[in-house]
């Protein structure tokens, strides 16, 4: 099988379902056990760090979520572009399989920043131009899901979606760069392509060891969901009333 014969066999939902299906138990298992790691290197070894204490290591859970909640909304506008293009029905299923985790991701980047800022500056908010344009982004998932969910057409609701993760990306570079764009009190990145890292190797691994452990989480969670969607959209197909599954529920 040629690469492009197999992007295109496995854009078909009923392809897509049994890839998905393999997939998604191992992943999050890998998932699980990454995060046991993180957790235990960011909380149980990393050491103490000298100016923020021991309140630093909420970004052992801070710092991933938020950069899921950016990475999960380009992969959401990524397949509302193929959508608009190719007008596959993969593409929809797979932006609306991504958006309640990415939701979830740009909440817990709210609610734990929030945990870190009082205690380093003495207020649970500020109109900060990262934390501001990250209430956005959580905004625009809450609005991507009412909207699609409030079309009782899916495939009109899919195509009014994408538009929505389309234009709402240009949030995400506003996020990612505000820091340098304007005098803010949030702290600039610790880790960098280009730097080298102003953290502990020790803080550096356990932050990198959660950061995976969240990617596996929303591929693991978007594989699960995806299925369950093919599920409901292809209940008519003869493909699905043929499933294990779908029979010993019947039974």
């Given at each position: 099988?040629?690469?492009?014969?197999?992007w295109f066999h496995y854009a078909a939902p009923q392809t897509f379902y049994?890839?998905?299906?393999?997939?998604?138990?191992?992943?999050?298992?890998?998932?699980?056990a990454f995060t046991v790691v993180g957790l235990w290197i960011g909380f149980?070894?990393?050491?103490?760090?000298?100016?923020?204490?021991?309140?630093?290591?909420?970004?052992?859970?801070?710092?991933?979520?938020?950069?899921?909640?950016?990475?999960?909304?380009?992969?959401?506008?990524?397949?509302?572009?193929?959508?608009?293009?190719?007008?596959?029905?993969?593409?929809?299923?797979?932006?609306?399989?991504?958006?309640?985790?990415?939701?979830?991701?740009?909440?817990?980047?709210?609610?734990?920043?929030?945990?870190?800022?009082?205690?380093?500056?003495?207020?649970?908010?500020?109109?900060?131009?990262?934390?501001?344009?990250?209430?956005?982004?959580?905004?625009?998932?809450?609005?991507?899901?009412?909207?699609?969910?409030?079309?009782?057409?899916?495939?009109?609701?899919?195509?009014?979606?994408?538009?929505?993760?389309?234009?709402?990306?240009?949030?995400?570079?506003?996020?990612?760069?505000?820091?340098?764009?304007?005098?803010?009190?949030?702290?600039?990145?610790?880790?960098?392509?280009?730097?080298?890292?102003?953290?502990?190797?020790?803080?550096?691994?356990?932050?990198?060891?959660?950061?995976?452990?969240?990617?596996?989480?929303?591929?693991?969670?978007?594989?699960?969901?995806?299925?369950?969607?093919?599920?409901?959209?292809?209940?008519?197909?003869?493909?699905?009333?043929?499933?294990?599954?779908?029979?010993?529920?019947?039974?």
């Open positions: 099988m040629t690469q492009r014969s197999f049994g890839l998905a299906g393999r997939l998604w138990p191992w992943v999050a298992a890998l998932a699980t149980a070894v990393a050491p103490e760090d000298a100016q923020q204490g021991e309140g630093y290591r909420i970004i052992f859970v801070h710092v991933p979520v938020s950069w899921m909640s950016m990475i999960i909304y380009l992969a959401m506008a990524f397949w509302s572009i193929l959508l608009l293009v190719f007008n596959t029905r993969l593409s929809g299923m797979m932006t609306r399989a991504l958006a309640p985790t990415g939701a979830l991701m740009a909440f817990l980047s709210l609610w734990t920043g929030a945990l870190w800022g009082k205690p380093m500056w003495g207020t649970w908010w500020v109109w900060d131009a990262r934390l501001t344009s990250e209430l956005i982004l959580f905004f625009l998932y809450l609005g991507y899901i009412a909207l699609t969910s409030a079309i009782e057409d899916t495939r009109r609701a899919d195509r009014a979606g994408a538009l929505l993760a389309i234009v709402g990306a240009l949030n995400v570079p506003i996020i990612y760069f505000s820091v340098k764009w304007w005098n803010t009190l949030h702290q600039g990145a610790s880790v960098s392509l280009t730097k080298a890292p102003s953290m502990a190797q020790l803080m550096l691994w356990g932050m990198l060891c959660m950061a995976i452990a969240f990617w596996l989480y929303s591929i693991a969670l978007a594989l699960y969901r995806v299925r369950t969607l093919i599920l409901q959209r292809e209940a008519h197909t003869a493909w699905v009333q043929e499933l294990p599954e779908v029979q010993g529920a019947r039974a």
